[in-house]
């Protein structure tokens, strides 16, 4: 069979996507290299090049997230008139199966490392099935990626690696957690050294979710990095600072920026959000310290519109970014993703104000989707806006820069730094405003389905992994 997979973007109308988001896509990698090889792949990325909807194919498989669910709907509406079977699967599929397997022929929820060659023979038969589940947890083991499909398309310069799967916490807002129901499953640490390895770049991106979500399995993996002279970038929690042996093999293995969610500085939102243990180990500021003093970098990201924001807190929180020297912040506002508790709160007290907002025509990336308590949700957007452009000013650049200890520890750390500021402030306007779905193509027709839950079928994933 000729399989046909796409990583659409997140919509289309300017012509050009945001650059800072032109990374490698690693489901569509998995993809592929979970494909038997007597199969042929093409590959789209539609956030740099064009798709031939007209090239001979006989299944498209396209990754769905939320804010790309538009998008892949659109794609497929295109390919399933002329007649072409296609798959769905990813976070947005998991999560609201109900609504995905109405544009698709098939969808794939959850995990789909040990269901995608069942998914392939059934096609070839004939016998596709209307939704697969992948079930239990796989082996991560046993798999490094091949990136020849990747080939003479213009990515960001930095290799995105896979090291494990999930996080144990449970914050309210996270499709992670969802998806994952609070399990972590680590991939084999030398899997993930062969597979860098074998992609030869100094550059890493890390993407699990919390890459020190065991500390003593983060410990082999960073001491087994350390010979092979990386940057390494990943995203992990805070309580990483009261382990200094762990910070320690960290630096040496070439840890140049790690992202922690702070969310809120107001105790009354992180109790909200289920994330109170950001105040443990001695306080944020605490906790910070001992990770720059490790020469290690924190890209801080933060959430408003929760209930107990006011002006004053997005001053503070400006404040607090800018005098703990983060290297990089996003200040976002707090998103409600379908089969989140988040979700289901928001919903019931009545204040989404686009129920379906991932498939509301006119819609762009930054709109504010619900009505936050104490104040107008253009407010929320306006403050946020504000907050953004004071920290990625020449003056809060500058400020930020004054910084030995990480920012500015060597003259690498410091090109880094001054360069993805820079990007980030440039991508500003671009970025929030960045339209959902393409406009130039019918939007998706709405269909009617069952209500939305908290993704039932995760029990039962979980179910399957206790009887295996
Ligand atoms: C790397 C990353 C990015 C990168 C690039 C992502 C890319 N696609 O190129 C950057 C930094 C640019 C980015 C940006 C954003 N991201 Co992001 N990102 C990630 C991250 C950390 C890793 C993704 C990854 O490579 N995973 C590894 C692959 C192998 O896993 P997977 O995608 O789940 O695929 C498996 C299955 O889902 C399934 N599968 C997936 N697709 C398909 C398709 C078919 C047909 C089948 C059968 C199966 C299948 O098979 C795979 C193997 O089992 C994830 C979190 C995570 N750990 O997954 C968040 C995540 C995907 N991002 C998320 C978000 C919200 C964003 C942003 C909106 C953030 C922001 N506020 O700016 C933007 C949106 C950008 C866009 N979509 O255009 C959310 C999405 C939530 C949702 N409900 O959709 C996630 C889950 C993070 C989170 N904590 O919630 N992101
Ligand atoms: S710590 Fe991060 S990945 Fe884990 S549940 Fe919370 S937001 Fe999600």
């Not at 992948?134 to 082996?139: A, D, H, L, V, Y």
């Not at 609070?182 to 770049?201: K, T």
């Not at 929760?306 to 983060?326: C, I, N, S, V, W």
């Not at 209500?451 to 295996?468: F, G, I, K, R």
Request: charged letters at 25%; a neutral charge.
């Amino acid at each position: 069979m000729k399989i046909t997979l796409i990583q659409p973007a997140m919509g289309h109308e300017q012509g050009s996507f945001v650059g800072s988001w032109k990374m490698e896509p690693l489901s569509i990698l998995a993809l592929a290299n979970l494909t038997p090889p007597h199969h042929e792949i093409a590959f789209y990325d539609d956030r740099m090049e064009a798709i031939d909807f007209d090239a001979a194919t006989d299944l498209v498989a396209i990754t769905v997230e939320t804010y790309t669910a538009m998008r892949a709907y659109q794609i497929a509406q295109e390919y399933r008139r002329r007649g072409v079977k296609v798959v769905m699967g990813g976070y947005h599929a998991t999560l609201v199966p109900q609504e995905c397997v109405a544009y698709a022929d098939a969808i794939v929820i959850g995990e789909t490392d040990a269901v995608w060659p069942q998914v392939l023979e059934d096609a070839q038969a004939g016998q596709l099935r209307r939704v697969y589940k992948g079930t239990g947890r796989p082996r991560l083991g046993g798999r490094i990626n091949d990136r020849a499909i990747l080939a003479g398309k213009k990515y960001l310069p930095m290799t995105l690696v896979e090291s494990g799967r999930g996080c144990k916490f449970a914050c309210d807002f996270c499709s992670i957690t969802a998806f994952f129901e609070r399990s972590y499953n680590p991939r084999p640490y030398q899997d993930v050294v062969q597979e860098i390895e074998r992609a030869g770049n100094r550059f890493v991106f890390l993407v699990d979710d919390n890459v020190v979500a065991d500390f003593d399995r983060a410990r082999e993996l960073f001491d087994a990095l350390s010979p092979l002279n990386l940057r390494w970038f990943s995203q992990g929690t805070l309580n990483v600072a009261k382990d200094p042996q762990l910070l320690r093999s960290m630096q040496r293995s070439g840890c140049d920026t790690i992202l922690i969610g702070f969310e809120s500085l107001s105790e009354e939102n992180l109790k909200a959000m289920k994330k109170s243990f950001n105040l443990q180990h001695g306080g944020m500021r605490e906790c910070i310290a001992k990770i720059r003093d490790h020469g290690i970098k924190i890209y801080g990201t933060f959430v408003f519109g929760y209930g107990h924001d006011t002006p004053e807190l997005f001053e503070r929180t400006l404040e607090f970014a800018l005098e703990e020297k983060l290297s990089i912040a996003a200040f976002n506002h707090m998103q409600p993703f379908p089969g989140t508790p988040l979700y289901e709160r928001v919903a019931a007290e009545g204040r989404l104000l686009y129920p379906k907002w991932w498939l509301e025509k006119g819609l762009h990336f930054g709109d504010i989707v619900f009505r936050p308590k104490g104040m107008e949700p253009e407010e929320l957007r306006a403050r946020l806006m504000d907050v953004r452009r004071r920290f990625f000013s020449h003056k809060g650049v500058l400020r930020r820069a004054t910084d030995a200890r990480a920012n500015l520890r060597t003259l690498r750390s410091a090109y880094l730094y001054f360069s993805l500021n820079a990007l980030m402030r440039r991508e500003l306007d671009e970025k929030f405003g960045f339209p959902l779905g393409d406009r130039s193509l019918p939007m998706p027709e709405l269909f009617d389905e069952e209500p939305l839950t908290v993704a039932p079928y995760l029990s039962s994933l979980l179910e399957d992994e206790v009887a295996s």
